[in-house]
Antibody, heavy 120, light 108 residues
Framework: QVQLVQSGAEVKKPGASVKVSCKAS????????LHWVRQAPGQGLEWMGRINPNSGATNYAQKFQGRVTLTRDTSISTAYMELSGLRSDDTAVYYC?????????????WGQGTLVTVSS | DIQLTQSPSSLSASVGDRVTITCQASEDITNYLNWYLQKPGKAPKLLIY???NLEAGVPSRFSGSGSETDFTFTISSLQPEDFATYYC??????????FGGGTKVEIK
């Protein structure tokens, strides 16, 4: 079955960078886009961007342009989200999610989430 | 950018109740709207895609309808495991994803 397994919780200081991984299994990694979505404590879902694991092409939310970098390593079926210039309001749970697309598009499988805490 | 406005932001209901949540888009999005459920501490789970299609394995008490700017999500008979937060979501042709603000369904 489709599984997305994310790396563990991180604690970072303001100004630092964090890199979260998302390992895919149970399907062809390069056949489906992967998205990254975050959720601050007690808040709603916020889309950050997506990556085409086959080509490496990316699309980012305007809010995160220049601060987030999505990459992948096809040899180990793993996608990465790196966020730089961390601030306290970047404290959130970060999720990866698989995009399934035909005539419609849906995020049909999600990772378990990775808590990133930014604190001095 | 397209905005999605969900209402209500929260509601209280009893087991067995019919629950309806709306999602209004700031412009015509045809039927490109999905619905998710999220329980505390868990990842979102897809329930409905393309406005009205039930994801495989999702109980038939969940349904969605609507098109253009106005969409409705309904739980026909609320079950104990349905107490959660629900989100609508749109994906546009510029590869941007937008979520609604969420609706928390609580026990009355």
């Amino acid at each position: 079955q489709v599984q997305l397994v994310q790396s563990g919780a991180e604690v970072k200081k303001p100004g630092a960078s964090v890199k979260v991984s998302c390992k895919a299994s149970g399907y062809s990694f390069t056949a489906y886009y992967l998205h990254w979505v975050r959720q601050a404590p007690g808040q709603g879902l916020e889309w950050m961007g997506r990556i085409n694991p086959n080509s490496g092409a990316t699309n980012y939310a305007q809010k995160f342009q220049g601060r987030v970098t999505l990459t992948r390593d096809t040899s180990i079926s793993t996608a990465y989200m790196e966020l730089s210039g961390l601030r306290s309001d970047d404290t959130a749970v970060y999720y990866c999610a698989r995009e399934f697309s035909l005539a419609y598009i849906k995020l049909d499988s999600w990772g378990q989430g990775t808590l990133v805490t930014v604190s001095s | 950018d397209i905005q999605l406005t969900q209402s209500p932001s929260s509601l209280s209901a009893s087991v067995g109740d019919r629950v309806t949540i709306t999602c209004q888009a700031s412009e015509d999005i045809t039927n490109y709207l999905n619905w998710y459920l999220q329980k505390p501490g868990k990842a979102p789970k897809l329930l409905i895609y393309d406005a009205s299609n039930l994801e495989a394995g999702v109980p038939s008490r969940f349904s969605g309808s609507g098109s253009e700017t106005d969409f409705t999500f309904t739980i026909s008979s609320l079950q104990p495991e349905d107490f959660a937060t629900y989100y609508c979501q749109h994906y546009d042709n510029l590869f941007q994803v937008t979520f609604g603000g969420g609706t928390k369904v609580e026990i009355k």
